[in-house]
């Protein structure tokens, strides 16, 4: 459980755990690398311990030398062994998604199950793709939903038209690619996160990229690396915020990921009239990393959509509450993609919100918030959603009476320390 309430201006300077989709793919790709890749800064929340699990079933020799720096003894595509119990990634989409197209081109026999939120996402967005490259996966509802099994072997490249903008979708084809006969293209409505893209030339992997096209060609190995994974853009954006909830705070993030596929969050928050100041210090494993300092200033309803929602849709949660304290109305729209997250999180947003008196309506797509709200205390739950419970905890920050959130265990599946973090600012 977390308890806010109502704060006095703050300034503070503060660091954010790792990157989360940097984390999942520094395992992922270090275990089938031949040779060491050593990964700092990595982030120790629930979701990246579950992809190491599964590759520790499959027999790779991945050891945690501190709570942040990780030891992957690769073992190539050829060296993993078949599990001999399911594979079970938790609560993790990156997980299930990518590790789907992994495993089918590699020989050997494999489960995939997760928790009860995972047994609802949706799978056929990769399941349908692989098959089209010749993957041999059954699950349940013909392969839409967990339990899924994978029978691993010979895939044919494909060029696919993804009909939506998904950085999962494209890692989970590219990595099929990686053992494909040819070449695989990937082509997307809009430019989705590029950490893939970006990370696997690091481990001596050839692709080209192109904004909404990425081609990989087959046959190609990797080998091992070192990775140094810069703060969460997703886990600082809660912070940022909650500067933007308190007149006259500021906030900066230091060592956080700068790249241009995730500041989406940024950009919206300069729309509605924050300060937003970034500075790039570094480049880390090819990603931008550096510090950004957010004000409050008088804020104004935006409306939200189009080619900007892939670069901040796990951030949406969060950006509603923002505008429950900005003046007019915000229109958040294109986030149908919000539905099949961990939870409903349009759903969810919207009935977590008007608990605490916020003027929140849901639509097909997104939202629409009328701000300029003075929020009330009350009991919040994170419904097993992370972003949901660190929302409403933001949230409490401009209400007038203290906000309880329940469920407060899925924050570690992002953000370990966070109860403690906002306690100091």
Partial sequence: ???????????????????????????????????????????????????????????????????????????????????????????????????????????????????????????????????????????????????????????????????????????????????????????????????????????????????????????????????????????AAFILAAALMVPGSQVTVEHVGLNPTRTGILDAFRMMGAEVRTEITAHWCNEPVGNVTVSCNDLHGVEIGGALIPRLIDEIPILAVVATQAHGTTVIKDAQELKVKETNRIATTAKELRKLGASVEETEDGLIIEGGTQLSGGHCHSHGDHRIGMAMAIAGFAACGDVVVEGTEAMDVSFPGFAGLIAQL
């Fill in 1 to 235: 459980m977390i308890r806010t309430s109502q704060r006095k201006p703050f300034r503070a300077t503060v660091t954010v755990p790792g990157d989360k989709s940097i984390s999942h793919r520094s395992i992922m790709f270090g275990a089938v690398a031949n040779g060491t890749t050593e990964i700092e800064g990595f982030l120790p929340g629930a979701d990246c311990l579950s992809t190491i699990r599964c590759f520790q079933q499959m027999g790779v020799e991945i050891e945690r030398l501190s709570e942040t720096a990780v030891r992957v003894r690769g073992r190539g595509f050829e060296g993993l062994k078949e599990a001999a119990s399911p594979l079970d990634v938790g609560n993790s989409g990156t997980t299930i998604r990518l590790m789907l197209g992994l495993l089918s081109g590699v020989p050997i026999y494999s489960t995939l199950i997760g928790d009860e939120s995972i047994a609802r996402r949706p799978m056929k967005r990769v399941v349908d793709p692989l098959r089209k490259m010749g993957a041999r996966i059954d699950g349940r509802e013909d392969g839409r939903f967990t339990p899924i099994g994978v029978r691993g072997g010979a895939l044919q490249g494909i060029t696919y038209e993804s009909p939506v903008a998904s950085a999962q979708v494209k890692s989970c084809l590219l990595l099929a690619g990686l053992n494909a006969e040819g070449d695989t293209v990937v082509r997307e409505p809009a430019q989705s996160r590029d950490h893939t893209e970006r990370m696997l030339p690091g481990f001596g992997v050839e692709l080209e990229a192109n904004g909404t096209e990425v081609r990989i060609k087959g046959g190609q190995t990797l080998t091992g690396t070192k990775v140094r994974v810069p703060g969460d853009i997703s886990s």
